[in-house]
């Protein structure tokens, strides 16, 4: 028998779902109605509001969007792009494989927005001056800042959320998710190149002077305050290092972060002001709502009930690993993968006294991370490239993008899924 409560707190999340989905308003206005209704109507009790508030998760992200808001004026990550080109001299195909490398490693320990924002304009800069498609340069692009994401607990909001509710380390993640990202950024780019050989190419007679147009950048020129780069690219360093031993030094990765914050302002001498208000506040805003609406489903044992559900027809860990990583695929490519993933972590737990968790972690994070690829609403970076790239006259239709993202997705979710079935359930 269903509960008021429970009609209540199923009513409210789909009625923020449908909200976040119409984008008839901003996502973190209908996540803040929707927990304040939750609050209101007292289905989650204040003093239960810590229980379900993850502050690991919006600490983290906090923290390392005010390290790159300081490191931003810097020039750090136009230095990067600018090298990146001059390696590849000029050949069309060195820049499909080495801008998605940069972007994907750059994605691994900054959010995939922050990356495609930095990154785009002189990813937009270098085709013109090759005059060449950018189209299947971007959408590499995207692709890749989606699939490094994956590869590190620090990489994806998702992956953050998962770390934090399961207790999995940066280099679990790193262990378990890195060789998939690795196998599937090269699938990706072969894809690309199959999709768009025939446009992959500068005008014939022109190739040294585009060679001699990408030499004549200068990194250093994109450098704007060397002291400061010197500092940021220090403590980038050190807090990426402390990642890696955060378990060995007893410390959550959202201290680390806080901490490298702190550190780079001090150090840096960034006005405070400065470097807050650039930090993403309606997205940290969107997650504690969020939180607090998924949270009311497990206050009131909707979730349990859902998880009795599924364990009806998943009765292994190889049929759940395939289940739970195809159908976040699929869901978070129409859907934001954030509130999807919030859904998802309790309905894990609540499947852990029949089933071992573990695989699942790793099916969720695949999912939801690589579905985003299918389409061009699928994540928020998709979003961001596509309107920037709108802006500089380069149009990307929903059709351009589904014909090759939801292949893509198909092809990385598959070869992700089998590698975890492979290692966690065995041929």
Not at 142 to 153: H, K, P
Not at 253 to 263: E, M
Not at 390 to 411: C, H, N, P, Q, S
Request: glycine share 8%; aromatic share 10%.
């Amino acid at each position: 028998m269903i509960s008021s409560q429970e009609i209540m707190a199923l009513s409210v999340f789909v009625g923020v779902y449908a909200l976040i989905m119409s984008e008839r308003i901003h996502r973190t206005v209908a996540a803040m109605i929707g927990a304040s209704l939750i609050l209101i109507l007292n289905i989650v009790p204040w003093e239960q509001v810590p229980k379900y508030l993850d502050l690991n998760t919006i600490l983290l992200l906090a923290g390392m969007m005010t390290v790159v808001n300081i490191a931003r004026d810097s020039g750090l990550f136009e230095y990067i792009a600018i090298k990146t080109a001059r390696l590849s001299k000029g050949n069309p195909m060195k820049v499909l494989l080495l801008f998605p490398i940069i972007t994907a490693l750059v994605s691994a320990v900054l959010d995939n927005v922050t990356t495609v924002l930095l990154l785009t304009p002189m990813l937009i800069y270098i085709t013109r001056q090759m005059d060449i498609n950018p189209l299947p340069f971007l959408l590499a692009e995207v692709f890749a800042s989606n699939i490094g994401g994956t590869a590190t607990l620090i990489g994806d909001p998702p992956n953050i959320m998962i770390g934090s509710a399961a207790g999995l380390s940066f280099n679990k993640f790193l262990v378990n998710m890195a060789p998939i990202a690795f196998l599937d950024l090269f699938v990706t780019v072969g894809i690309i190149y199959l999709a768009y050989r025939g446009t992959i190419g500068s005008h014939k007679g022109r190739s040294e002077a585009i060679r001699l147009s990408i030499m004549s950048l200068r990194g250093e020129e994109a450098i704007k305050d060397r002291t400061l780069f010197r500092k940021s690219v220090v403590m980038i360093t050190a807090i990426i290092v402390a990642f890696f031993f955060h378990d060995r030094l007893g410390l959550q990765p959202a201290v680390i972060a806080l901490s490298g914050a702190s550190l780079l302002l001090l150090w840096s001498g960034t006005s405070p002001e400065y470097a807050l208000e650039k930090v993403e506040w309606a997205t940290l805003f969107f997650f504690g709502g969020l939180f607090i609406v998924v949270g009311s489903l497990v206050e009131t044992g909707a979730i349990d009930q859902l998880a009795d559900w599924m364990l009806g027809y998943v009765h292994t860990e190889g049929e759940a690993v395939l289940l739970i990583s195809w159908f976040s695929a699929f869901s978070s490519a129409v859907v934001d993968n954030i509130p999807f993933t919030a859904t998802m972590i309790p309905l894990i737990k609540a499947m852990g006294g029949n089933l071992s968790t573990y695989p699942l972690w790793w099916a969720l994070s695949l999912g939801a991370c690589l579905g985003g690829n299918g389409t061009a609403i699928g994540a928020s970076a998709n979003v961001v490239v596509v309107g920037m790239a709108y802006r500089e006259g380069i149009r990307i239709t929903f059709g351009d993008f589904l014909k090759v993202g939801m292949l893509i997705m198909l092809a990385t979710v598959g070869v992700g899924s089998a590698l975890i079935w492979v290692r966690y359930v065995g041929l």
